[in-house]
C-alpha cells in the first residue's frame, strides 16, 4: 500500500509517543543505576532474581531470566534467574487451588530466600497477583524491583517496590518497548556493576 500524505501524521504521532516515553527513561538514569548496583550486590552474595508477569509481561520475565541464565554476549557471567509464569502446571494448579492472586505469592513462599530479589512486571501496575507477589517478597527480606507503566498504579500506591520503574506512557505497546528496553538496560548495568565489585562484601567501589 502506497503511503499517502495523510498517513505522516499518524507516524509522527506514533514516534513522538516514544520518543516521550524514551526521554522519560533517560531522566530516570540515576533510580536505574541504583536499582542495578543493589541488584548487582544481591548477586554478589549469592542471591538469585526471581521475575514474574501475566501474559506479555510473563514473556518479558522469560526474557529478562533467559539474558541472565544464557549471556548473549560471549564471556559475561551467567547469573542465576528464573521466571515464575514458565511453570504452567504450577500457575494453573495455585490457580485453581488458591485463586490467580496467589500464583507468584505461592511459589515465592517455596522458592524464595532473604538474599534473593523479586522483579514484577505490570503494564499498568494493577496486576492483583504482581502486587501480591511484590508483598510477599517484601515480608519475606527480598530486594523487591517493579516495571509497570502509566501512573505506576496499585503497585506504586501501595510502596511495595523498592526501586520502581515507571514507562511514562499509558499506551500498551509504548510501556511494552519501554519495558523490554529496561529489561536489557538492568541486564547490563548489573553486569558492569558485579564486574566493578571487590571480594563479596567489600561493596561495591
Partial sequence: MPVTSTMHPAVGAAFLRRDRAGRALAAD????ALACREMAL????????IVFGNGA????AAH??????????????????????NDCATVTGVS??????????????????????????????????V???????EELGLLTVALTGGDGGTVARHGVADHLLIAASDDPAVVKEVHVTLCHLLWELVHVF????GPVGE???
Fill in 64 to 85: 529478562l531470566t533467559a539474558e541472565f541464565m544464557h549471556p548473549v554476549i560471549v564471556g559475561r557471567r551467567t547469573l542465576p534467574a528464573l521466571a515464575l509464569s
Fill in 203 to 205: 561493596g561495591m567501589r
Fill in 29 to 32: 538514569s540515576e533510580r536505574i
Fill in 131 to 137: 502486587l501480591r507477589g511484590l508483598e510477599t517478597a
Fill in 194 to 197: 558485579f564486574e566493578k565489585a
Fill in 57 to 60: 509481561c510473563g514473556t518479558d
Fill in 96 to 129: 485453581g487451588r488458591e485463586g490467580l492472586a496467589e500464583v507468584f505469592a505461592h511459589q515465592l513462599r517455596r522458592w524464595a530466600d532473604p538474599a534473593d530479589m523479586a522483579l514484577g512486571i505490570s503494564h499498568d501496575g494493577r496486576c492483583e497477583n
Fill in 42 to 49: 544481591r548477586f554478589r552474595r549469592g542471591g538469585k532474581l
